[in-house]
């Protein structure tokens, strides 16, 4: 009998071939970030409000990863681009002085431009066109100023409070609002930036668009009506995610949904956007399904 080499292992054996010229990059990059990614996983990512950025992280790799066959044979025998030069530059410029001076959206962001540059350098513009979507993902896992954050998540919270309070009202429930405070029955909870703030817009925005990579539709109209209600689904999924906080709390008390059952609401947050985006975009494809129909009906003049 012939022995046979599992096709993962084979897959795997093939990636590790592709990306052993690379090793000397990947060592440089590796003294360049580690100590980033260690001050991240230590510090701000260690909070409930920026627990995506691992997450993305770990994807944007996946994501180079899955188009690196595709991305080299786009490039084979293209010239390299000297515009890559540049954006090295910045890169390490942004580096520097996001590094020294304690800059969290330079420092990590300068990753973005490095890698870009690098590509444009060793394999062309192909390559980067290839590598596009993997390194404009990354940019969810950038640490934005916190005056940004602050600015923007007050009136989300606002609303999502307002939103939460009306339906909950309306279902029959005794519940009141002051600013982005619920007092339900006897207890009282406050809209935290966790619950409805401008990161978990971020993350919600990301998994629809790593949703729409995925599925890779043909359909101009279904990608960009779908790319642009992301932004109301997420703010449902928020709203939904309150009011599942509001009734566990309610039902089970505040040690129920401070507790175990405070976590499993963040899983319902996202399982609500993901139901929200798979069945948006099955209405989308109904609708567009009717339009090309419609189209191709009408008779010519």
Known sequence: MTAT???????SASMVTRLVPYSPIMVGLALLYLPSLHDLFTGIWAEDEQF????????????????????EQASQGEQTSA???????????????????????????????????LLLLLRGGR????QWFALFFMLFMVPLPAQVVDLVTMPMKMAVSYVAENVLYHAGYPIGRNGVVLQIGQYMLLV???????????????????YLNLVRRDSLFRNVTLAVLIVPISFTANVIRVMALSLITYHFGNEAGQGF????????????ALLL?????TALQFFDGLRM????QTPKA
């Open 83 to 117: 515009w890559g030069w540049p954006l090295v530059a910045i890169a390490l410029f942004l580096y520097a002085l996001g590094r020294s001076q304690g800059i969290g959206i330079f420092e990590v962001g300068s990753v973005i431009w490095l890698l870009a540059g």
């Open 293 to 296: 129909r419609a189209r191709t």
């Open 277 to 281: 985006i798979i069945s948006t975009d």
């Open 127 to 130: 390559a980067l066109k290839a």
């Open 261 to 272: 059952l405070h976590g499993f609401a963040g899983m319902v947050l996202f399982l609500s």
């Open 52 to 71: 995506h950025g691992p997450i993305v992280l770990a994807i944007s790799l996946w994501l180079l990863q899955r188009n690196w066959a595709r991305m």
């Open 192 to 210: 935290a930036d966790a619950c409805a703030g401008l990161h978990t817009l971020l993350t919600l925005e990301a998994l629809g668009l790593l």
């Open 5 to 11: 080499t599992p096709v993962s292992e084979a897959t």
